[in-house]
């Protein structure tokens, strides 16, 4: 028999893949809203024109690994709401840690501005956060048992 405290908890483990599908939506806005900014800062689009931006070319094969990169929070956003519990729990943990890895590591490529700094802080949470929370995903049956 379930009592009101295992019914509130399935109902939060429920909500897990809405929470974690949220989070991936948030920080897609993030890095969509920096690259905007970063279109906006004439020292960098000057870059871009030219094809280089520091010591990176910009070329066919670097923008098709940025566009792979980024089709990961993409595919999170719908793989967070679809996939099975297990699935989507490893899923998460190994799609965050990548991208917080990638940003983490983005910071020390030419000097960072003031604008990619705030952005990348709260990427790097965002996607810190969905580890987190893919960590502590109890099992469903879990719940059900009193386990937690």
């Known amino acids: 028999?379930?009592?009101?405290?295992s019914i509130k908890k399935i109902t939060?483990?429920?909500d897990m893949k809405v929470k974690l599908s949220t989070l991936w939506i948030f920080v897609i806005f993030n890095y969509l809203y920096c690259d905007v900014l970063t279109n906006m800062d004439p020292v960098v689009l000057n870059k871009l024109?030219?094809?280089h931006?520091?010591?990176?070319q910009i070329t066919q094969g670097f923008l098709l690994g940025a566009a792979i990169l980024m089709e990961i929070?993409?595919?999170m956003v719908i793989l967070s709401r679809?996939?099975?519990?297990?699935?989507?729990?490893?899923?998460?943990?190994?799609?965050?840690?990548?991208m917080t890895a990638v940003q983490i590591l983005s910071m020390f490529v030419g000097t960072p501005t003031l604008y990619y700094i705030f952005f990348s802080t709260i990427e790097i949470v965002c996607?810190?956060?969905i580890v987190w929370?893919?960590?502590n995903w109890p099992k469903p049956g879990d719940i059900l048992n009193n386990k937690i």
């Open 127 to 129: 996607t810190s956060l």
């Open 82 to 98: 679809v996939l099975k519990y297990r699935a989507s729990r490893w899923a998460n943990i190994i799609a965050g840690t990548i």
């Open 1 to 5: 028999m379930t009592n009101n405290n």
């Open 73 to 75: 929070p993409i595919a």
């Open 133 to 135: 929370y893919a960590w």
């Open 12 to 14: 939060e483990t429920g």
């Open 53 to 56: 931006v520091g010591s990176l």
């Open 49 to 51: 024109i030219t094809g």
